[in-house]
């Protein structure tokens, strides 16, 4: 299986702020990678795919990019709706493996 | 619009037996892989089935393949998961989504408890 390391798992960060977080994975996925946000009680909602592609309607300061096994989402300006949590998914092969995920905090 | 609507949640026993239910409108339901992912009370997400667009081709979780089995009917756009030999272990909001771009429905809880 392949295994996705997601980091850190928590941030704090203030309104304006670049943030980064990465996820590595054990083996090449090429770029067969998504990016997800989740608040609390709600469903996930999907941000990026194939590691770089922004899903329609997500605003441009979310960005996602690397292949192969290291990838990054940057938000580049760190907006008060973005407090929530991130998770990282490889769809190269079954099982289809999230990273642990990273909760972005208010500092 | 898309939109994914997940029914068939609720407490059972365990040992017993549910089937969720997932309504896809917006799209064309009958052209996409679509999957099953579920997340347990404070936990992460975790994926558990998926199946190809015309119900020939089917993979699952270790920890649930045996007792899940996952089924489309492309004429009602609609996903199933069958879940069988349920546990507490299996306890979670179950997720209906359609990947890549991804789309998600708002979940729907299953608690296995006596």
């Known amino acids: 299986d392949i295994q996705m390391t997601q980091s850190p798992s928590s941030l704090s960060a203030s309104v304006g702020d670049r943030v980064t977080i990465t996820c590595r994975a054990t083996?090449?996925?090429?770029?067969?990678l998504a990016w997800y946000q989740q608040k609390p009680g709600k469903a996930p909602k999907s941000l990026i795919y194939?590691?770089?592609r922004l899903q329609s309607g997500v605003p441009s300061r979310f960005s996602g990019s690397g292949s192969g096994t290291d990838f990054t989402l940057t938000i580049s300006s760190l907006q008060p709706e973005d407090f929530a949590s991130y998770y990282c998914?490889?769809?190269?092969?079954?099982?289809?493996?999230f990273g642990g995920g990273t909760k972005v905090e208010i500092k | 619009e898309v939109q994914l609507v997940e029914s068939g949640g609720g407490l059972v026993q365990p040992g017993g037996s549910l089937r969720l239910s997932c309504a896809a409108s917006?799209?064309?339901?009958?052209?996409?892989?679509m999957h099953w992912v579920r997340q347990a009370p404070g936990k992460g997400l975790v994926w558990v089935s998926r199946?190809?667009?015309?119900?020939?081709?089917?993979s699952y979780a270790d920890s649930v393949k045996g007792r899940f089995t996952i089924s489309r009917d492309n004429a009602k756009n609609t996903l199933y998961l069958q879940m069988n030999s349920l546990t507490a272990e299996d306890t979670a909001v179950y997720y209906c989504?359609?990947?890549?771009?991804?789309?998600w429905g708002q979940g729907t809880l299953v608690t296995v408890s006596s």
């Open positions: 989504m359609k990947m890549a771009p991804g789309f």
């Open positions: 917006g799209f064309t339901f009958s052209s996409y892989w």
């Open positions: 199946i190809n667009s015309d119900g020939t081709y089917t």
């Open positions: 083996h090449d996925i090429s770029n067969y």
């Open positions: 194939a590691a770089s």
């Open positions: 998914q490889q769809y190269d092969s079954p099982p289809l493996t």
